[in-house]
């Protein structure tokens, strides 16, 4: 699975993520996109997004071609999101594309 981590993700949690091409908003080449145009952007090339950002495309249909993965932390900090990649990894395997799904908290 391609999946992208957005920019408010330390970018050592891609190699956290094992068995999946996982690439950063900033090699992407998006830094700075707003929400909704990542979004788009991120459709038309990955399969699910993770983010720590909770109201990250509130309002917005997501596309059907791409899960959306909101991780609940203490902080965004590496330490605070590694106990979460267990369940990550469970929902990239397990959801279907299309939906938000909550990990965490």
């Known amino acids: 699975m391609r ?3 957005d920019e408010c993700l330390p970018r050592k949690l891609a190699q956290e993520l094992t068995g999946h091409v996982v690439e950063t908003v900033p090699q ?7 929400n909704g145009e990542l979004l788009l952007h991120a459709a038309t090339q990955y399969d699910a997004l993770v983010t720590v950002d909770r109201r990250f495309a509130e309002g917005s249909t997501l596309p059907p071609t791409l899960l959306v993965v909101m991780l609940v932390a203490k902080t965004n900090r590496l ?16 959801e279907s594309k299309g939906q938000r799904v909550r990990v965490g908290g």
């Open 79 to 94: 330490e605070d999101l590694r106990p979460l990649v267990p369940a990550v990894l469970e929902v990239l395997n397990r």
């Open 28 to 34: 992407a080449g998006w830094s700075g996109v707003k």
């Open 3 to 5: 999946i992208l981590l």
